[in-house]
């Protein structure tokens, strides 16, 4: 039995008129949501490997809406609030599970920082909660909120609307969205030079031709900077490692993330 494919294979054509570099969840939406909100379908997304592969396949799939700043926490909000709606409208079981995020706190500069975060949140309306320690562990018993241990729990950030989302299902989601709409995914493709003429962009060299374009999204993540230098532009963007860490799959002992 063949197996039906989320989106379609097509060939790399000479022109369109938007090319995304990055197949990772910024590229793979804006061609999406500019597909479906604005009908401009004649659309290429461009990968250098296989979508996902970049940030938007290797995170710990939090999603929530207690940032720092209001205009963060606006904007997160709204985010929050659309994964049911895309998962309906995608056809696709993005795994989303409101289970509420709890950020436990191991310093009193950390508590300060979540007590400015919580009063920001509840500003605009968002569910955040300060708790202490004895709190945290009966929303988590297998917590360990003892003083004898190399980082104590001082106390815990608790965001109920907060959750998880399957991380490579939402790009295998809104590839196949934006599939539907007819935009090209092209994997395996690395732009090697952004064609700018009097100040414009016009298009994209790849490994595998040269395109036209008027517009150009750069989504490549922490490549970002480099795509924007081939276009003779210097962002400040560097970018910093940062560790997870994988488990093999184990009986969940944290209801809460
Ligand atoms: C360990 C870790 C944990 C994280 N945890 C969370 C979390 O819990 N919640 C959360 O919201 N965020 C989290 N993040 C951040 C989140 O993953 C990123 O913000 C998001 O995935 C960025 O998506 P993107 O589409 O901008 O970039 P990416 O997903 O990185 O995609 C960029 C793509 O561009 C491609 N590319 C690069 N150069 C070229 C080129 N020359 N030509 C063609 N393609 C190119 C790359 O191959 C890549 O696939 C985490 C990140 C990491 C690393």
Not at 43 to 54: L, P
Not at 104 to 129: D, I, P
Not at 170 to 192: C, D, F, M, P
Request: glycine share 12%; net charge positive.
């Amino acid at each position: 039995m063949g197996s039906k494919r989320l989106w379609k294979k097509t060939g790399l054509k000479k022109s369109y008129d938007a090319v995304m570099i990055g197949g990772g969840i910024h590229g793979l939406a804006a061609a999406y949501f500019l597909a479906r909100d604005h009908g401009i379908t004649n659309v290429a997304v461009i990968e250098r490997r296989y979508i996902g592969f970049g940030g938007s396949g290797r995170n710990t799939a939090i999603v929530r809406a207690n940032q720092r700043t209001q205009g963060n926490v606006r904007l997160y909000d709204e985010g929050l609030k659309l994964w049911a709606t895309l998962i309906r409208e995608l056809d696709f079981n993005m795994m989303f599970y409101n289970c509420g995020n709890l950020n436990t706190l191991h310093s009193e500069a950390a508590m300060g920082a979540a007590r400015l975060a919580v009063c920001t949140a509840q500003l605009s309306g968002v569910r955040s909660e300060l708790l202490d320690r004895k709190q945290c562990k009966e929303l988590i018993p297998a917590l360990n909120i003892e003083d004898n241990i190399t980082y104590p729990i001082l106390g815990g950030m608790y965001h109920p609307p907060g959750g998880i989302v399957r991380h490579d299902a939402v790009a295998w989601a809104l590839a196949k969205g934006a599939s539907r709409y007819g935009v090209h995914i092209h994997q395996n493709t690395e732009v090697t030079n952004i064609n700018v003429e009097k100040g414009k962009v016009t298009g994209i060299i790849t490994n595998k031709g040269t395109l036209k374009s008027p517009r150009v999204l750069i989504c490549a993540g922490g490549y970002g900077a480099l795509l924007a230098q081939m276009a003779g532009i210097k962002l400040p963007i560097h970018p910093l490692t940062i560790q997870a860490m994988v488990t093999q799959p184990l009986k969940p002992i944290l209801n809460h993330v």
